[in-house]
Structure formats: C-alpha cells, structure tokens
C-alpha cells in the first residue's frame, strides 16, 4: 500500500504547493529582472510546461534516484535533505527517549495507585504538557535556561547542549501522551484474571507490574509513541523553527517561503516513506507485545 499513498502523497503536494500565491522564478531573478530574464529563468526550470507534464517529468526523475535540484540554492534536492537529516534524527531519538524515560514511569505510578495524591499530579502535569503549546513552552525554557540560568545554549546546532532544549520542548507532550495512555492501559490489564492468579502465587508486586502487567499495557503506548516518533523523523516546523535548529523542519518552512518545489516535494515524500516505514515497525512489534497476534 505504500506505492499507491506516496503517489497520492507527490500528486497532493504537487499540486497544493503550486496553488501558493508567489512566483519561485521572480522570487530567485528579483524584482529588476527583465521578462527575457524571467522566462529563460522559467524555461530553464522547466516551469514554462504544462502540470502534467511537470508532474510526469517529477515521477520519472524519482524513478532515476533524482529528486531534482533545489531553485533557491542550484545543489541537488537530496543533498539539501542528507545535510539536515541526521540533526533532525537526533533531536528525535532524544526527544523520544525523555519522552518515553518520563511517560511510562508516570503512568505506571499513576496506574498502579489510581485515584490517589501521586495519580492527580501527575495526570495535572500531563494534562499540562498536552496544554501548553511548543512554541510558547520552548521560549518558557530558552528564557529560564538559556537567558537567566546562562546553562545551556538558546539556538544552533554542534553539541549535545544545543539538543536539550529542543528535545524537552519535543518531547513534553510526547511524554504526557505516553504517560495517560500507559495509566489507561494498566487500570485496564489489573482486572484480568492471570494478574490475579500471578498474584495468587506469591509473585513480588514489581515483577507482577513491569513482566505481566506492562508488557501487556504496551500496545497502546507503542502506537502513540511510533505516531510521534513518525512525526519527529520528519522534522518538527514549530520546535527547530524557534531554537533556529538547521533540521528538516526549518528547510521545509524556508522552502515553502522561497517557493522551492522541488525541495517541498521531496522532503513531502520523505516525510511520507518514513511514516509508512514508522507505522510497519509498530505493526509488525505487536506480535512481540502480544503472542496472541501473528501475522502470514
């Protein structure tokens, strides 16, 4: 299914991103250039043909491994998304991994001890990190740490300081939605019968928790963090907008401003083979997960 929805995906973006008012070829030869200018500028990039024909010229070129070249910078597409891939790669490994490191241990104390003390807080905190938008959450943190704490960098990219920000801002709702999805999913395992019978046998209550209680739980929470997760790999707009992080995201949005087909498309389409690619591997962990699930 993955051949029809990336050609439904470069067939949409295709069409959407040329719908945006603005001219990519006045942008690039300026306001002064002459029309001579102007249509050797178009007929060099081919934009003087027909959709269609561009659109096939598009899928033709793919099929070769060539994704085009960029109109705002003159380098091919794909080294314009490899330059900027693994930086947005980290931020997402780390971003998932605070997320998760926080979440679970969150909902299994809340679900283990429903309805108490620990339970509201950290439902409130959760409630919090899905509320606050990332934009505002992260100038919250560059002000406190980065201006009146002076610990850690505020925007670039280079060392591992210049990723936490942008990983707590990432992961902060990321977390909140693993730690009530893993709450929901152990109040709902603790009332089936093998918990009971685990008990029964004098297990100790942590193995009774993290061996038959949350691997059962986990299905839900691996779905939420795979979305997620899909999402991070294809670069997160808001958050490396406001750290000024050289990632996907931020190339998406000044090549959306410049008017830079080519590039939208393939970072589109990347976009869109790495959430398939996310999506089969959360599938095929179910089995792991749950023996009762197999797949022919």
Excluded at 109 to 124: F, I, Q, V
Excluded at 179 to 205: H, N
Excluded at 231 to 243: A, C, H, P, R
Aim: net charge neutral; proline share 5%; hydrophobic share 50%.
């Amino acid at each position: 299914m993955m051949i029809p929805i990336l050609l439904g995906v470069s067939l949409v973006v295709f069409v959407l991103i040329r719908l945006v008012p603005g001219d990519p070829v006045v942008l690039l030869a300026g306001e002064d250039a002459t029309p001579d200018a102007i249509r050797s500028l178009r007929e060099q990039w081919g934009l003087d043909k027909p959709l269609y024909v561009q659109y096939l010229t598009f899928l033709w070129n793919l099929l070769r491994g060539d994704m085009g070249t960029s109109i705002r910078s003159g380098r091919p597409v794909a080294e314009e998304i490899s330059d900027r891939y693994l930086n947005t790669v980290n931020l997402a490994c780390l971003s998932l991994a605070i997320s998760l490191s926080i979440g679970i241990p969150a909902g299994v104390a809340s679900g283990t001890r429903p309805y108490t003390r620990m339970d509201n807080l950290s439902m409130l905190v959760a409630l919090f990190g899905l509320s606050a938008p990332a934009f505002w959450l992260g100038l919250m943190l560059m002000w406190l740490f980065a201006v009146y704490l002076s610990l850690l960098p505020a925007v670039g990219v280079g060392t591992i300081g210049h990723l936490v920000l942008p990983s707590v801002t990432l992961g902060a709702a990321v977390a909140a939605s693993v730690a009530r999805q893993t709450r929901s999913g152990i109040l709902e395992v603790m009332r089936q019968d093998y918990v009971r019978t685990a008990r029964s046998k004098g297990l100790p209550e942590n193995i009774v928790i993290w061996k038959h209680v949350l691997k059962n739980a986990m299905i839900p929470v691996v779905t939420v963090a795979g979305i997620f997760f899909g999402g991070m790999l294809g670069g997160s707009i808001v958050v490396e907008t406001v750290f000024s992080y050289p990632g996907l995201g931020k190339l998406l949005i000044d090549s959306i401003s410049s008017r830079d087909y080519p590039v939208v498309q393939g970072l589109i389409l990347i976009y869109a083979v790495v959430f398939s690619l996310v999506n089969l591997a959360v599938d095929l962990s179910y089995s792991y997960l749950d023996p009762r699930i197999r797949y022919e």
